[in-house]
């Protein structure tokens, strides 16, 4: 008990520490549990030899995680990517086995070993890569799904590789036993006299297909059938910790089950959160596993770093850096043709070249089942679990090659030669989104004339569609501004969707043009602070107005009157609106809020009078009650 409590301590104070540091660097929480796990093990040698065996614990935090991602995907959306599975992925790991394959084989290697490596190490990080992609927010970009895919993919193709990888033992190969099963010396040495749990050892092939669709079918009847009388029965007890208890009894019931018939507990999980992801209780598994799933995962990449074998890198620490970065660049070649192939072009090509290059947790396990297989050397294998561990610690620094690259080549834009403008009104609507939109359409169904500017094609082609005529050109340019009629317009609303360019456009007007009243669109307060020295006139924020009628709709569902819920809303409403003209004053751009005391302390100041000012309306509804 004793050593588990300080093995754990050790553990937890490792990651409480170096993960913060990590972020507060920008380095993402990957890389600080990676470089925890080599401090307490390689550096300081505060843990040793148990990290393997907590590492196969730590292991299951990635089967969480494709179980969460598996509620976020509706069947249809997984039957949409199909195209995507089969083509984009399955490219990827065809066409890195073969290149990795190629390169072991140039290094001398027999072509089954070199086949072996080149599987092994063609599977990228799920844990990594979604753990990134999530922190970031890429996840929903065309990369970040692009990325996805091809993990998805290669989780999925773990499967058939297993089930491969015993043809290329060079020992003890495949007999036929006189009951018609598939007999490997390989796995009979592994396995005899240890009592496995597998319930397809020793079937013929067939028994061995039945039992797995079998096995599939059950998780997903289960899915549809059992989930809602469980949770109905769960929720008789009133004990919110047995949700927590059911929630990971269907992740690791599910896991032993697909061990069990001989396949991935993470696909098997996938594939029950998949069925799930129409499940009212959805979002409640999703709270109930989150927390294990951050902790394991992060459990998981201490331990890669502790299990690093520092003598063997300390040997040849040039050799094996350089295998590591011959792999990732091997692989990222692959995938930057492959994702040119399939039309991903700038950011989002770099985002799936960059991510998915490294070598991943899948590969410990290829290496050791194929060591068990006399597939490959133990030496060999030692070497090339480094390979995968050290591409792995350099992830973390490929995403962030990745940050300096998409803030250089920002989004690709097609520039469209600006309209010629033979139009003037008194009304100047600079950005026609969704906030430009309602603006235009309520100003003329009063009667008033408008004129559109937008540098957008789809947007002014959308508003042409729907017979009002807009003009494209890029607002900022004072020559687009004079042939609109800056001069003689009265209003000028600014409805950019970039913060920049909104503060550049009211700046420029309100020096050449100071007679024009300017409307401006904000994205939060500090842009609304930048504007008011930029000389808008009103400034409306893109959240403020909706966000203050839904409080409306909560006072009136909560006890208030229409009536009493609106004077609250409309003294909030004012005292906003001092609030921004004081806070103003305290304003210093370039500088966080949060290190400015003279703002700190004059917003306390203006919330004690706001809370003042609604005891007040409390007070005189009590009085007029009363």
Known sequence: MDAFLYQASIYLAAAVIAVPIAARLGLGSVLGYLAAGILIGPVFGFVGSETQDLQHFAEFGVVMMLFLIGLELEPRALWAMRHKLLGLGGLQVLFSTLALMGAAMAAGEPWQVSLAIGLALS??????????????????????RASFSVLLTQDIAVIPILAFLPLLATTGGPQIGSDGSIQRAAEAGHNGGHGSLSLVEGMPGWAVTLITIAAVAFIILAGIYLTRPLFRFIHASNLREMYTALALLIVVGISFLMTL??????????????VLANSEFRHELESDLNPFKGLLLGLFFITVGAGINYRLFLASPGDLIGLALLVIVAKGLVLYFVGRAFGLRRRAHWLFTLGLAQAGEFGFVLLAFSRQLNVIPPALSEKLLLIIALSMLITPLLFIAYDLLSKRLGEARVEHAPDKIDEEGPVIIAGIGRFGQIVNRLVRASGFKTVLLDNDMEAVQLMRRFGVKSFLGDPTRPELLKAAGIAKAKILVVALDDPENTVKLVDYVRRNYPNI???????????????????????????????????????????????????????????????????????????????????????????????TALLELAEQKDQKSS
Do not use: C
Request: cysteine-free; charged content about 25%.
């Open 261 to 274: 018939v001989g396949l991935s507990p993470a696909l098997g999980a996938f594939l029950a959160g998949v």
């Open 123 to 144: 599977l990228s990080s799920t844990a990594i890569v979604l753990q990134t992609l999530s922190e970031k927010g890429l996840m929903q970009t065309g990369g970040g």
């Open 517 to 611: 009243h300017i409307i401006a669109r904000a994205y939060d307060r500090h842009h609304v602070f930048d504007l008011y020295q930029a000389g808008a006139n009103d400034i409306v924020r893109e959240m403020f107005d909706s966000s203050l009628r839904a409080g409306r709709y909560v006072l009136e569902r909560i006890g208030l009157s229409e009536y009493e819920a609106a004077q609250a809303e409309q003294t909030f409403y004012a005292h906003d609106r001092l609030t921004i003209r004081e806070l103003a004053k305290h304003w210093i751009p370039g500088t966080p809020a949060s290190e400015n005391k003279a703002y700190i302390a004059r917003a306390r100041e203006l919330e004690k009078d706001l809370e």
